[in-house]
């Protein structure tokens, strides 16, 4: 084991930002307002599908306090998705609007009340075209084309290892089912929104809550047409990102359009209802699985064919996918794996990134199917698992390399504190106890040919060190990790810190934060930078004291000789003296290049695509109300593999607020759409978990060391709720005797089944 | 129809503004409001305290929670007019010469903070709970709460937070 002796790492310091935050100084996006800012609104489509006839926009324009009213004809026509290869959407609709929300047209006025009231201005002639809403309708020939293409699939996903069929020949025990979930929304506490201000050298900066600066930034330049140098993005706090905010969505560029048109600021914010109703979702999967072992329990082969529904638009869905994929096929050490999956064009809201990256779907199918093998093997489900174990420093026959893995200590010691061996073994009526694991990214992925970083320290005459990071905080906690990170390794107290992020001009490229990628990758980076810094305060510091600078320690802000803490100096006065007596101030840069990354390709597939992988165990305890088919869950055990955590605290509450999202995945949350129509709009119609919900949890952090993460850490972002819900629904098989496939469990499914259940 | 939030009204003429009296954060203002203005339009535009925040506008996720003569209120479901002559306390109106309220430092301490943006509304909810019950149990706190949602934190650290501060006597402002 490494030393874990560290004054910060390992320490629940208090957040950074959370002063701010807490006394209401925190700005976000949505806060600020700049002088002779204008409000924008925008037009979005009534219909699924239809043909747009004729716009005028005479009487909007007319509107007093009205500045600028646009459509398609007045924005550039190129088209954007997040892999232009696959682009298909223009900043307006040109001929056809394809969802519910399609943007058609957009305002620019003095404030909000007048845009929203030019918007009922704007005269639009629809002509509907006939749509399509299940993508397993959308797949028939004679299906309504969402895009003018020869069908709905827009892509495909086929990846074999091993030889599945001749596996499943050598099976005792085959099972096969299908597994269904369902749009969901993110909800962000702080609804999407940005401001665009263009300046007059044609540069355009763009204040928007995302998780992604620099792509963002690509993305505007390639939609708008202007060099990349031109565009500046800024993030502030943000309310909450869970992969929405990863991708751009349109009204980046519109809000760009009409500060070009107008030359003044313009600021555009969803409203709730417009969230809800318009903004992207999680991808619902159709998942047609098939597991087989023998009847020792060695898990032989193991198959998906899987049906995306995609919506109207193509974004993160091949991604989700190809990760969807990679997780099933390592999760447990299985030799023959198939998967098969196809992304469906419908005319719906269109899916994006959302925590969990398509493995919380999969993983939903794939862990309640084992314990229905488990059972039909007349096995404990642990047991099932323990005998097909991933197992630390192997390489999975799909050629994944994994570092530091704790999936038998996670299940061993959350086995423990639920009481998993009594409360099987004693089964009280509608009550029952399940159990799910999970194996997920803990640092990001190769699958974009980058997953490198860069950060820069530097140490003022004071001796506040500042670093430059692109670890960008959506509420996560990065700031605060990367400051631990910078101090443990500098050898200075927190109160020093500070963390300079948020600003494409100021920091260095990087991928954004999504797949439990910030600590490790940007970590990397920030470690590095503190160790070149250190490696110059240590030379000046040499002089000073007349010693070897190899036999010099930094701690607590202070240098000084190994062995003798008497003869000392602080950090501040040896940036004074470099800076009058040698005439160089004190820095360093952290240069953290994944190398395998280069390689990658986007579209081969996947071997050594993720750096290090994060595993979990959870178990629910539940009790299932027969009356009114309420299914309560007592208690949810979360033991994960974080590596090192950097702050325990932190990692707990990723953790806590995964399982929360998780179980409202579980039993409350389902976008409800009627013929491509969002019905629940609003907190009070789509339920999310609040405080008078939740189960008790109990976290516990398996630190496993991981050998290349800093400080041995890997990512903990996405893992909470991956392992949720089948923990749920297999309690609720426990409690009732009854497999529910498809999420969300609700009472009135319950109900049904325990009416319907063979007594 | 999508992209039209139902609270705002449209052709509202200047000539319905009315002049209203607040007293917020210990201030006096004299605000001109137009009908259909909540009091969380005129914290956050016209007094841009921005650490009131709006999650919905509509009194479903509570982080517009402020608290109006002593009572937490969803500020986007009180009208300007409505709230005239009333005394308001915000977020920022809880630190004192820098010294944060108890409520305040349990969150900080307890790790209750991820985005945030639930956090002003929460800890008003909060305090204004301590003031009715100052030893509440762990339900009464989870009872409390429900109209102030939280997307991030799974609201297990900010139920001990509050627990927290009720132990250390948190329902007074120990000044």
Known sequence: ?759 | MPGTSSRRKSNVKESLAHTIRLKVNGDLHELTVKPHHTLLDVLRDQLELTGTKEGCGLGECGACTVHMDGKPVNSCLVLALEADGSEIVTIEGLAKAGKLHPVQRAFVEKGAIQCGFCTPGMVMASIGLLAEKPNPTREEIKQALIGNLCRCTGYKKIIEAVSEAASSGGARDDE
């Open chain 1, 1 to 759: 084991m490494m030393n874990k002796d560290f004054a910060v790492i390992g320490k629940n310091v208090p957040r950074i930002d959370s002063i701010p935050k807490v006394t209401g100084e925190a700005r976000y996006t949505c806060d600020l307002k700049l002088p002779g800012m204008l409000w924008g609104a925008i037009l979005r489509s009534p219909h699924p599908h239809a043909k747009i006839l004729r716009v005028n926009l005479e009487r909007a324009k007319g509107l007093t306090g009205v500045r600028a009213v646009i459509t398609a004809e007045d924005v550039p026509q190129n088209r954007f998705s997040f892999i232009q290869a696959l682009a298909d959407k223009n900043i307006f609709c040109r001929e056809e609007a394809r969802y519910i929300g399609d943007e058609i047209a957009a305002v620019a006025a003095v404030d909000r009340d007048t845009a929203e009231e030019a918007l009922q201005l704007i005269e639009v002639e629809y002509e509907p075209l006939p749509a399509v809403f299940d993508p397993e309708a959308a797949m028939a020939p004679d299906a309504p084309r969402v895009h003018d293409r020869e069908n709905n699939i827009v892509y495909e996903f086929h990846k074999s290892f091993g030889e599945v069929d001749k596996a499943f020949e050598l099976c005792d025990v085959v099972c096969e089912d299908r597994y269904l979930t369902h749009q969901l929304a993110h909800c962000c506490m702080e609804t999407s929104n940005c401001i665009a201000q263009v300046d007059s050298s044609g540069g355009l900066t763009l204040y928007v809550n995302t998780q992604a600066p620099h792509t963002q930034r690509q993305e505007l330049a390639r939609i708008l047409g202007l060099p990349i140098g031109k565009i500046r993005v800024v993030n502030s706090n943000m309310g909450g990102g869970f992969g929405s905010k990863l991708v751009m969505d349109m009204k980046g560029p519109i809000a760009a359009c009409l500060s070009m048109r107008t030359n003044k600021p313009v600021k555009i914010i969803n409203s709730r209802q417009e969230e809800f109703s318009t903004a992207k979702t999680r991808y619902p999967y159709i998942m047609d699985i098939k597991v087989g072992a023998t009847k020792e329990g060695r898990i032989l082969s193991r198959q998906a064919r899987v049906i995306v529904d995609n919506g109207a638009y193509n974004d993160k869905g091949p991604s989700t996918l190809s990760f969807a994929s990679m997780m099933f096929n390592v999760l447990y050490d299985v030799p023959n794996t198939q998967f098969d999956a196809c992304l469906v064009y419908t005319n719906k809201q269109f899916g994006t990134a959302f925590r969990g990256f398509g493995n919380p779907q999969i993983a939903f199918a794939t862990e309640c199917q084992l314990d229905d093998l488990a059972k039909r093997l007349k096995m404990d489900p642990i047991e099932l698992r323990m005998k097909n174990l991933n197992k630390p420093n192997s390489m999975t026959t799909h050629g994944a390399r994994i570092t530091s893995c704790g999936m038998q200590e996670c299940m061993e010691v959350s086995a423990k504190a639920i009481g998993w061996s009594e409360k099987r073994r004693e089964p009280k009526k509608f009550r029952g106890i399940g159990m799910a694991n999970m194996v997920h990214s803990g640092a990001g992925s190769r699958y974009y040919g980058f997953n490198s970083n860069d950060a820069f320290v530097k140490i003022a005459d004071d001796g506040t060190v500042t670093l430059i990071t692109s670890a960008l905080d959506m509420g996560q906690g990065a700031q605060t990790t990367m400051a631990q990170i910078v101090a443990e390794e500098l050898g200075v107290k927190m109160e020093s810190l500070k963390v300079l992020t948020n600003d494409t001009d100021l920091t260095p490229y990087d991928l954004g934060s999504y797949g439990s990628r910030a600590t490790f990758i940007c970590g990397n980076a920030a470690k590095l930078a503190a160790r070149d810094a250190r490696k110059e305060l240590v030379f000046v510091a040499g002089e000073m004291l007349e010693a070897n600078p190899e036999d010099l320690v930094v701690k607590n802000g202070v240098v000084h000789v190994a062995g003798s803490p008497g003869k000392s100096i602080p950090v501040a006065e040896i940036v004074q003296y470099s800076v009058s007596k040698k005439g160089s101030s004190i820095s360093g840069r952290g240069h953290f290049v994944d190398t395998l990354a280069s390689g990658a390709d986007i579209t081969a597939g996947y071997l050594t695509h993720i750096p290090t992988f994060a595993f979990a165990t959870q178990m629910a305890e539940v009790e299932v109300d027969p009356e009114t088919g309420k299914v309560k869950v007592l208690k949810i055990v979360a033991a994960h593999d974080t590596g090192t955590a950097i702050n325990p605290v932190s990692a707990e509450g990723q953790i806590e607020g995964g399982v929360v999202q998780g179980f409202g995945y579980a039993l409350m949350e389902k976008l409800s759409v009627k013929d491509g129509r969002v019905e629940n709009i609003s907190f009070l119609d789509y339920k999310i978990p609040n405080s008078g919900d939740i189960p008790d949890i109990e976290t516990i952090l398996v630190e496993t060391e991981d050998p290349d993460g800093p400080f041995g850490a890997k990512g903990v972002g996405e893992p909470g709720l991956v392992p949720t819900a089948p923990a749920i629904v297999n309690a609720i098989y426990d409690a009732i005797g009854v497999r529910f496939k498809e999420l969300p469990v609700t009472p009135e499914q319950v109900l049904k089944a325990l009416r319907d259940r063979p007594r």
